[in-house]
Nanobody, 115 residues
């Protein structure tokens, strides 16, 4: 079973950038489609970006052109590069392997965008 640990969150000003990392252990991520979700206070968890094990990506409309998901199977790590951050991007960001319903989750990392 894969274990996931996110890192890289923090406080950033609007317009700033952060790079989230998701380090996996226990299993190779190469067999999984990988995802980043986020959950803001009082809201449902939502999909931010996904990447198949073949490298195809998809994004939520609100982050297209600002966020980039990537994977390094050799390092067993997935990344989310977030640029031009907005206050509405504030949330706990979760890494997921295998999908929302039956996949594996990390513990989350807080991203706060505020001046």
């Amino acid at each position: 079973q894969v274990q996931l640990v996110e890192s890289g969150g923090g406080l950033v000003q609007p317009g700033g950038s952060l790079r989230l990392s998701c380090a996996a252990s226990g299993s190779a991520i190469s067999i999984y489609a990988m995802y980043w979700y986020r959950q803001a206070p009082g809201k449902q968890r939502e999909l931010v970006a996904g990447i198949t094990n073949g490298g195809r990506t998809n994004y939520q409309d609100s982050v297209k052109g600002r966020f980039t998901i990537s994977r390094d199977n050799a390092k067993n790590t997935v990344y989310l590069q977030m640029n031009s951050l907005k206050p509405e991007d504030t949330a706990v960001y979760y890494c997921n392997a295998g999908g929302f319903q039956f996949g594996h989750w990390g513990q989350g990392t807080q991203v706060t965008v505020s001046s």
